[in-house]
């Protein structure tokens, strides 16, 4: 494997992504700073189209942010209320024409197998920006580089994944990308309503990968590395009810940390609602502010490595 073999390649799971094309991304995404802060266009003369049918403010800015920096440009679908998918366009159709006007598609949609959907049928590359319930693959590479620069290794560290592990995609990307590394041990903390999926339960046990499922955040404070927050997806509950119950489940304090073995990292994709309350802001545990800036850098990786920039 190497750069060249990123070339023309759509990421619609974490996956379809080896250990070694993790290295690779992981690489690039070291030498991104220096293009932020220099004044080369790597990119010059590429278009990304950002076709996103569900709201989104950190993916599609950051994916929009790390094409001007590559020098390249980008046209976008913010509003799928604004897009002929409401005058009844099928995905297809609409992929058939956007691959006409750029050379990349970062999407986002409400439906599970939508990117594997839109790979099919697009002659251009797509980034998978979200589909569904389902997987949220950039989310997990930035997740993971971030766990990297913060704990220099995953491989030996527990860490605890908490919220809604049913319907959150970025869990389940999560779970995935860290199950290609030894030893490391994860603590899925939900109520029993939102836990995570028996597929990924029975993938992760094939993967040789130590998991414990408990219901009670407090316990598990002291015994982990890291600890990633989500948000409880209310848009995913078939009933309003069922989301009422649970909504306020876990809320991670300043005064809860106090009960970790040292300043141990706090991830969240973000949006927040209230499960991570404001105290935790400004202590050394909030590295979620960071998570949104290495999300850039990611990204500016991928569609380097997929269009073919030079890094000198
Ligand atoms: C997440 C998403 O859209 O799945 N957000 C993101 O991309 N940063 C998480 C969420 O919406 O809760």
Redesign the pocket.
């Known amino acids: 494997m190497s750069r060249k073999s990123f070339l023309g390649k759509s990421i619609v799971s974490i996956k379809d992504l080896t250990r070694e094309d993790l290295d690779i991304i992981f690489e690039e995404a070291d030498k991104m700073e220096q293009i932020i802060k220099s004044n080369k266009k790597p990119l010059d003369g590429k278009i990304l189209a950002a076709l996103f049918m569900?709201p989104?403010t950190?993916?599609r800015l950051s994916f929009e942010a790390a094409m001007h920096h590559l020098g390249g440009s980008v046209i976008t679908v913010s509003d799928p209320k604004s897009s002929s998918a409401v005058k009844g366009e099928s995905l297809s159709d609409t992929i058939r024409t956007v691959e006409n006007y750029c050379d990349i598609i970062a999407i986002?949609h409400p439906l599970e197998g939508s990117a594997r959907l839109a790979a099919e049928f697009s002659r251009v590359p797509i980034l998978n920006?979200?589909s569904g319930a389902e997987e949220?693959p950039t989310?997990a590479l930035l997740d993971l580089y971030t766990l990297l620069k913060e704990l220099k290794t995953v491989e030996g560290k527990s860490i605890a994944m908490v919220g809604d592990l049913k319907y959150?995609?970025?869990i389940h990307s999560l779970a995935y990308i860290l199950s290609k590394y030894n030893a490391v041990k994860l603590y899925f903390v939900s109520p029993p309503s939102l836990r995570i999926k028996a597929e990924i339960k029975n993938d992760l046990k094939e993967a040789g990968i130590e998991f414990h499922e408990v219901e009670s955040l407090s316990e598990v404070i002291p015994l982990v590395d890291a600890i990633y927050m989500?948000?409880i997806?209310k848009e995913r509950f078939p009933q309003e009810a069922e989301y009422e119950k649970v909504k306020d489940a876990y809320v991670l304090t300043k005064e809860l940390l106090t009960f970790a073995k040292g300043p141990i990292p706090v991830l969240h994709?973000?949006?927040r609602v209230n499960e991570i309350s404001y105290d935790v802001d400004d202590t050394k545990h909030a590295v979620y502010f960071k998570q949104m800036y290495n999300g850039v850098l990611v990204r500016m990786a991928l569609l380097n490595l997929i269009l073919g920039g030079e890094v000198k």
């Open positions: 569900e989104s950190r993916t986002r920006g979200g949220h989310q959150g995609r970025t989500t948000r997806q994709p973000l949006p």
